[in-house]
């Protein structure tokens, strides 16, 4: 008798939100992990470093991103130690080849009716270029220059989008993905301000400490102040 | 009882409470109103002034608590020019019940009216989905309100001054700003007594505790 695990995503997380620069990848996700509309745990990493090479984040259940990393740490794990080629040459797992290797992993478990509920990101930098790519959870693979995933589609992309160019340097970057992550914060009701950027160069692969984001300019103009609700005012808004 | 949810329905998701003090009570809530998880204004007014010493905190369907305020509104105006008297809070909480009661099938929206009278001081009602008003000691409502019913049932006591009043109420909605996802924004409070009405507002970079819990 199969097992069946898939019903319905309970512990989730939201929007990761990624993009190339000039001499590597940066993701940015925030670390809240959500129970249905309850914010359950405010310091959870949704991004992890695989063989200190590759970057793996992830929006959706939380129990299904454990579950793969686990799987893929055993792959890097032997990828090092047991290919054939590694008896002659040191081989590591490389960005690319996870990321084909989970769309094979996430189309299998959608074909059988019971996928893990996520969008992956996968980002690396190998034969000098770097390397972005998504998979969501029923195997659909995405290899381009801006990602996002959840709510980052609808708030983040466009923003991205304007903002973006291949030359873009790695203060740019960031100050770029800080603005999309703050216009999540503000928007998504499953977000919060506490953030963690991810950076993959050829010679780096690095999670940063959590930190809040700076918001203290979003609340202060005057029509937000505005009382509408008093009897001089419009009767709530 | 109340029908499902329409599609695309805007509700306020929402902290609200009223916390009496010694000459009045303090009315707060968070700014939040969602359409399904996305913040369609993250700024929102909640506090609605019935009359001149009374106000409504509101929760549930946006457009259902902002019908009901804008008749109650009107209902105590006329009260008031018929009887030559301030409407007392009781009477403003019994209308609403009486609206809310009525159009139980229809409507989603629970409220908190809460305000100060000559006759009685301040006072604080709860009226649930239903329709059922009830007088309480102090009173919170909406989603996230369930997540500090142990911290004011621990910190709140009769006979706190205003200050003490109003930090409390803004300490409680901070953190329930902080575990409900459909709560956040800014705070908003009105201080009810005798002298008057007093707003504040507490921006979201400045909350007593939060937006994130930092263990």
């Known amino acids: 008798m199969a097992n069946k695990h898939t ?28 129970y249905g509309s309850m914010a359950k ?15 793996l984040g992830a929006s959706g259940e939380y129990s299904d991103f454990q579950e793969i990393v686990s ?15 590694s008896v002659y040459d040191e081989r590591t797992l490389s960005a690319k080849s996870l990321w084909n290797y989970l769309r094979a992993v996430m189309y299998q478990k959608r074909s059988k009716m019971n996928p893990f509920w996520n969008d992956l990101v996968v980002a690396g930098f190998e034969n000098d270029a770097p390397f972005l790519g ?3 959870k029923l195997g659909t693979t995405l290899q381009e220059n801006l990602v996002a995933t959840g709510f980052g589609g609808y708030l983040a992309m466009p923003l991205l989008r304007e903002k973006w160019r291949p030359d873009l340097s790695e203060g740019e970057a960031r100050a770029l993905l800080e603005d999309c992550m703050k216009v999540l914060f503000y928007r998504d009701c499953r977000a919060s ?26 609340w202060n103009a005057p029509s937000m102040q505005r009382a509408v609700g008093d009897l001089d005012g419009d009767g709530g808004w | 009882m109340s029908q499902k949810n329409r599609e695309g329905e805007v509700l306020t998701g929402t902290t609200i409470l009223a916390l009496p003090f010694e000459g009045g009570v303090v009315v707060c809530a968070d700014s939040r109103t969602s359409t399904g998880t996305y913040v369609a204004n993250r700024v929102s007014d909640k506090l609605v002034q019935l009359s001149d010493y009374i106000y409504c ?50 409507l989603q929206a629970g409220v908190i009216v809460a305000g100060w009278d000559p006759v009685h001081g301040g006072s604080v009602y709860t009226i649930t989905l239903g329709g ?83 263990w």
């Open chain 1, 7 to 34: 019903t319905r995503p309970i512990t989730t997380g939201t929007s990761v939100v990624g993009l190339v620069y000039d001499g590597g990848v940066l993701l940015a996700a925030d670390t809240l992990l959500s």
């Open chain 1, 134 to 136: 998504v998979i969501d």
């Open chain 1, 71 to 85: 799987r893929v740490e055993a792959l890097a794990l032997a990828e090092t130690t047991q290919s054939m080629e």
């Open chain 2, 132 to 214: 059922s008003c009830l007088e309480l000691p102090f009173a919170t409502g909406g989603s996230g309100s369930i997540f500090i019913a142990g911290l004011l049932d621990a910190e709140f006591s009769n006979g706190m001054d205003m200050a003490e009043a109003r930090n409390l109420a803004k300490k409680a909605c901070s953190h329930a700003m902080c575990r409900d996802g459909s709560s956040g924004g800014v705070i908003r409070t009105v201080v009810i007594s005798a002298d008057g009405v007093d707003r504040d507002y507490t921006p979201g970079n400045d909350l007593p505790f939060g937006p994130v819990a930092v």
């Open chain 1, 193 to 218: 301000a506490r953030i963690q950027l991810a950076k993959v160069t050829k010679d780096t692969c690095i999670i940063s400490e959590p930190y809040e984001l700076d918001h203290s300019n979003g």
């Open chain 2, 57 to 106: 905190c509101r929760s549930g369907s946006a457009a259902d608590t902002q019908a009901l305020t804008d008749y109650v509104h009107y209902y105590l105006s006329q009260w008031s020019l018929d009887t030559g008297r301030i409407p007392t809070v009781k009477t403003a909480a019994h209308l609403m019940r009486r609206l809310i009661y009525q159009n139980k099938d229809q």
């Open chain 1, 41 to 55: 745990s405010f310091n959870t990493p949704r991004m992890v470093s695989i063989a200190d090479r590759v970057l």
